[in-house]
T-cell receptor
């Protein structure tokens, strides 16, 4: 089983739609969780951290479910500019080593 | 402007040649990292360094070497021992190792070995 698993997609959604991605992680001792965004052929950039209490930033909401070992990202009112690959990132118990998922590709169409 | 630079953006080499990828940061970050990204796979850690003159192997260090002679610089050498060197190589840095701080990525170098 992979340490961090994501549905690769693509998720094709119209502008204005709400879309959600999940990411599961295998290590129950994982401590920190993040969503990064990566545009085509570009470097990843931090989108948001995921806190136990949930985290909202504008149209984006991230949530953590420790019991089921998954994190989610919800995007409301999708924009064309949201089209990208969303990487789930987990830090395990010790140190600052990031474990990356393979990413979920989102394509928003007009 | 502060940031991380990688050069070159695209690099072509013949099989059997060593090649060195550049990574420079002026963010005054302590830690630096090298990842490779292959299609359909997540980023995988090659090497990382938390302090000058010290570095540790990541998950896929075989066939690679690094140095950290200066805080700002963390070059990666892809040696002929690396069996599948064609990939997208990303360098990152963060303010403090041992406690999570956001990793900032450079624009990457696409290496193609012919």
């Amino acid at each position: 089983r992979k340490e961090v698993e994501q549905d690769p997609g693509p998720f094709n959604v119209p502008e204005g739609a709400t879309v959600a991605f999940n990411c599961t992680y295998s290590n129950s001792a994982s401590q920190s969780f993040f969503w990064y965004r990566q545009d085509c052929r570009k470097e990843p950039k931090l989108l948001m951290s995921v806190y136990s209490s949930g985290n909202e930033d504008g149209r984006f909401t991230a949530q953590l479910n420790r019991a089921s070992q998954y994190i989610s990202l919800l995007i409301r009112d999708s924009k064309l500019s949201d089209s990208a690959t969303y990487l789930c990132v987990v830090i395990e118990e010790m140190g600052d080593k990031l474990i990356f998922g393979t990413g979920t590709r989102l394509q928003v169409f007009p | 402007d502060g940031g991380i630079t990688q050069s070159p953006k695209y690099l072509f080499r013949k099989e059997g040649q060593n090649v060195t990828l550049s990574c420079e940061q002026n963010l005054n970050h302590d830690a630096m990292y090298w990842y490779r990204q292959d299609p359909g796979q997540g980023l995988r850690l090659i090497y990382y360094s938390q302090i000058v003159n010290d570095f540790q192997k990541g998950d896929i260090a075989e066939g690679y070497s690094v140095s950290r002679e200066k805080k700002e610089s963390f070059p990666l050498t892809v040696t002929s021992a690396q069996k599948n060197p064609t990939a997208f190589y990303l360098c990152a840095s963060s303010k403090l190792a041992g406690d999570y701080n956001e990793q900032f990525f450079g624009p990457g170098t696409r290496l193609t070995v012919l």
